[in-house]
């Protein structure tokens, strides 16, 4: 029965963890499949992706010794992942947030106070977070038009649209993105794709991963 490559055993990985470089790499190679997958469905372009899943995969390398389960591998390195795709919106955020013109106006020119630089970079997070939860194709046309700034004919154009129907998915991007930003956005953790899930995985803990 053909089945898709499946995450390493449990004996493969204890013994990476145990230091034997062997076992290590064949833990990385076996994994990397299912990172890039994960990372394409989650990040806002494929280069955003390849960055996040080449991230993962350094940490695996580096900091498995610090995983507590080895059934919790697909959530550790998932979890790394999306914090890493995370991390690329709040810089995208952060960018449009402090390009010129962003603040014209009186007083536009002043220094922040350390209470408003704090309630700025909670809002970024806030948004950050909450583009994060759309879904992919929102993801995208949102981020290159309303983030990035790209003009709407090159957005449409890199996604292979029109322009009625790249203003079209906008539109429900940003009325998605209002309603998340008018609730609560929670912080849990992304439910592993089926097709990613292996037998006994378990949530890791959180900190499991280090930068």
């Not at 697909?74 to 390009?99: G, H, K, M, P, T």
């Not at 020119?109 to 992919?136: G, N």
């Not at 097709?195 to 949530?203: N, Q, S, T, W, Y």
């Amino acid at each position: 029965m053909n089945r898709r490559q499946s995450w390493p055993d449990a004996r493969l990985i204890e013994a990476a963890q145990a230091g034997d470089v062997t076992s290590l790499t064949a833990v990385v190679m076996e994994s990397q499949p299912h990172v890039r997958r994960f990372a394409l469905s989650l990040c806002a372009s494929p280069q955003d992706a390849e960055d996040a899943a080449q991230e993962a995969l350094i940490i695996l390398y580096r900091k498995i010794g610090t995983l507590r389960a080895t059934g919790a591998l697909a959530s550790w390195v998932f979890r790394i992942v999306r914090n890493e795709c995370l991390r690329q919106v709040r810089l995208l955020v952060a960018r449009a947030d402090e390009a010129p013109g962003a603040d014209d106006g009186p007083g536009g020119d002043a220094e922040p106070s350390a209470e408003e630089a704090v309630l700025r970079r909670l809002e970024a997070e806030r948004i950050a977070a909450a583009v994060s939860s759309l879904p992919r194709d929102q993801r995208q046309v949102l981020i290159m038009r309303d983030v990035q700034g790209l003009p709407g004919r090159t957005v449409a154009r890199a996604l292979g649209l029109s322009t009625p129907a790249m203003k079209s998915r906008l539109h429900r991007a940003r009325a998605a993105l209002r309603d998340r930003l008018a609730g609560p956005v929670e912080d849990a953790d992304p439910p592993v794709p089926a097709d990613e899930r292996c037998a006994g995985v378990r949530p890791a803990p959180h900190g499991g991963e280090h930068r």
